[in-house]
């Protein structure tokens, strides 16, 4: 199985959106409605912020939002804040109890 | 509160076997609804997942790892351990245990433990 594609980068200004994709294939993003999205800080633990495409775990603000069309899940981030810089990885269910992630957008807050 | 805590060994020899524990508190383990996995971040790298395992001794691995992989998961002792074997520079990286959730998502993270494949 291959990762996911995602930009390797996104950035925007204080109180702007930004949208992440996360592209595959129709054997994992396209296929099923498990895609879950994480927020890497340096030193900290990844934390969800997205599951079954659109879901938010109980503590997550309603700023991050997911969507998914076709092959291409995306996670947006509204009202972006400073502690919104991050890595964030995608990651979907590729049949036959596999996983697999995507490699990863560093989002900068300007 | 669910705490996840990855220890082990820093620094392991190439050619060796990489071996880590996680230890899980605030819930037990033997809880049939979940999994529990490893995923690891190479340096300048995405996240991969290694594998997740559960109570009833179903584990999942990720196929290009499985043929040096063994994850098991000691309900007695709240411990998921990882084995890998015949380690390169290439397996250099923090290695994060995690909770995965009834949705295949990772629910629940350690901080993460950093491991050098270096002579």
């Known amino acids: 199985q291959s990762a996911l594609t995602q930009p390797p980068s996104a950035s925007a200004s204080p109180g702007q959106s930004v949208t992440i994709s996360c592209t595959g294939t129709s054997s994992d993003v396209g296929g099923y409605k498990y895609v879950s999205w994480y927020q890497v800080r340096p030193g900290k633990a990844p934390r969800l912020i997205i599951y079954q495409v659109t879901k938010r775990p109980s503590g997550v603000p309603d700023r991050f939002s997911g969507s998914k069309s076709g092959n291409t899940a995306s996670l947006t981030v509204s009202g972006l804040q400073a502690e919104d810089e991050a890595d964030y990885y995608c990651n979907a269910y590729a049949g036959s109890n596999n996983l697999v992630f995507g490699g990863g957008t560093k989002v900068t807050v300007l | 509160q669910l705490d996840l805590e990855e220890s082990g060994p820093g620094l392991v020899k190439p050619s060796e076997t990489l071996s880590l524990t996680c230890t899980v508190s605030g819930v037990s383990t033997n809880r049939l609804s979940y999994f529990w996995g490893w995923i690891r971040r190479p340096p300048g790298k995405g996240l991969e997942w290694i594998g997740s395992?559960?109570?009833?001794?179903?584990?999942h691995y990720n196929p290009s790892l499985r043929r040096r992989v063994t994850l098991s998961l000691d309900t007695s002792k709240n411990q998921l351990t990882l084995r890998l074997t015949s380690v390169t520079a290439a397996d250099t990286a923090v290695y994060f245990c995690?909770?995965?959730?009834?949705?295949?998502?990772?629910?629940?993270w350690g901080q993460g433990h950093l491991v050098t494949v270096s002579s």
């Open positions: 995690a909770r995965e959730g009834l949705e295949w998502e990772f629910d629940f």
């Open positions: 395992a559960s109570s009833r001794d179903i584990i």
